[in-house]
């Protein structure tokens, strides 16, 4: 057997593995009624400041779980909001696991919370591909990295529920191909809704906080019935 092939296996292996914590995490919200969310984007796309107004804005109870592979300032910076916010750090390692999400979940207080959302750590590849037990994944895409992404990192794209343009007001300053953007989203997945946010004026983020309750409404509704 090559190398390559054992490198394969390995990573088959391990998200076997992985994929029996994030069952367990996906029928302990299910019970609960937790809207569940894995945000994943680049570094500096905008996620932690979408967080920040999410929760300024928003009227629900959120926690955040923090990934990044060092420090905490994200997460400080959202504890100053008074959102209980968890921090993982990785230690170079370029994605979270559901193993350990789980192991941070069961240290929370989650009777009041209604939607917790995972920051991951900043990356379109390797984040994409593990599953955390989350409802959904939500793609964060900034207008200044470009309009080629989604056909670039596919994965993230075709799996998301939906996705977030940020720092949409820089878009008279950046080469950003709007109609090339949304044929490109459309090929890989027609029906997934895109959210255009300037995170500065605001514009956008009553359509994503409707979004949110929406699906919280609807994951409560299934919770119920079961």
Known sequence: MNQMSEVVLLQQSVMAADEKHALSIRKNFKRKGILFINMIGSPGCGKTTLLEETAKLGKLHMAVIEGDIETSRDADRLAALGVNTYQINTHGGCHLEAHVVERVIGEMPLDNVDVLFVENVGNLVCPAEFDLGEDF?????????????????????????????????????????????????????????????????????????DFITKKLEEKRQCSNIL
């Open 137 to 209: 994944k939500v793609a964060v895409l900034s207008t200044p990295e470009g309009a080629d992404k989604p056909l670039k990192y596919p994965m993230l794209f075709a799996n998301a529920l939906a996705i977030v343009l940020t720092k949409t007001d820089l878009l008279p300053y950046v080469r950003f191909d709007m109609q090339m953007f949304k044929e490109d989203i459309s090929s890989i997945n027609p029906l997934i809704p895109v959210f255009e946010i300037d995170l500065i004026s605001g514009n956008g983020m009553n359509s994503w906080l």
